[in-house]
């Protein structure tokens, strides 16, 4: 967060013509409620270029994926490993490791919603997961959705 605004990205492209580049997680309200132009706005040299989203409520990421396909990326990410500490009010990032379930309801809502690619950043684990299992149940659930 606050890394790979436009600019960065712009750089990174120099870097690589083939590389997929991701915004920075943005949450589904800033999204859905805030100022479009400034949050979502990238230059075409970017493609392909992912938005990646934070959120957990199945409509609300829908909602915020649609636009994100509206606004001609390529990709709408779901982020579930931000260990970020603004993650104390809502429930996204690395804290949706431990609900699996709900990962793969927003999934398959986004699905819905778009026509393009919906994928998922994610760690191996968080807390006292056993990795194995917890990656395992996540990759099942989210790949069983359509990502």
């Known amino acids: 967060m606050d890394w790979t605004d436009r600019h960065c990205r712009v750089f990174h492209r120099l870097m690589s013509r083939r590389a997929r580049l991701y915004t920075e997680m943005l ?3 800033a999204v859905i409620h ?6 979502l706005g990238f230059d075409a040299s970017e493609h392909p270029v992912a938005l990646q989203l934070g ?12 636009i994100g396909e509206d606004f001609g990326y390529d ?3 779901l982020n579930v490993g931000c260990p970020s500490d603004r993650v104390k009010d809502g429930r996204f990032g690395a804290c949706l490791m431990a609900e699996p379930a709900l990962v793969a309801e927003g999934v398959a809502a986004m699905k819905r919603a778009v026509k393009i ?3 998922v950043k994610c760690r ?3 807390d006292d997961q056993d990795p194995e299992v917890a990656l395992d ?3 099942r659930g989210v790949i069983a959705a359509g990502a």
């Open 27 to 29: 949450t589904t309200g």
């Open 34 to 39: 805030g100022d479009r132009a400034r949050l």
């Open 55 to 66: 959120g957990s409520d199945p409509r609300d990421l829908a909602t915020a994926a649609k």
């Open 75 to 77: 990709e709408i990410n």
């Open 117 to 119: 690619p919906v994928t």
């Open 124 to 126: 191996i684990g968080i």
């Open 137 to 139: 149940t996540l990759a």
